[in-house]
């Protein structure tokens, strides 16, 4: 069973990867100049963990910028 489970659907059918523990799961979503990156992992406290990124998408650019870290403690508050 996986871990990790991750779907996105463009201009064709749906499609999904699985993620592990070891591997984790991410993506990324762009536009020409903006996009986010989206990274799920097992955290050093065993907890899942998701990371958000703010990107400058396929055009390249500037260093992204850290949206945050969140845990499922996020969002029971």
Do not use: W
């Not at 984790?24 to 020409?32: D, F, L, P, T």
């Not at 992204?64 to 996020?74: A, I, Q, S, V």
């Amino acid at each position: 069973m996986s871990r990790f489970y991750a779907a996105i659907h463009g201009n064709r059918e749906e499609t999904t990867r699985q993620g592990t523990k070891d591997s984790g799961i991410q993506g990324h979503i762009r536009g020409r100049k903006i996009g986010c990156g989206v990274f799920c992992y097992v955290d050093d406290k065993g907890k899942d963990a998701v990371r958000i990124d703010l990107t400058s998408g396929s055009n390249g650019g500037p260093k992204g910028k850290h949206l945050g870290t969140f845990t499922e403690k996020d969002l029971n508050s």
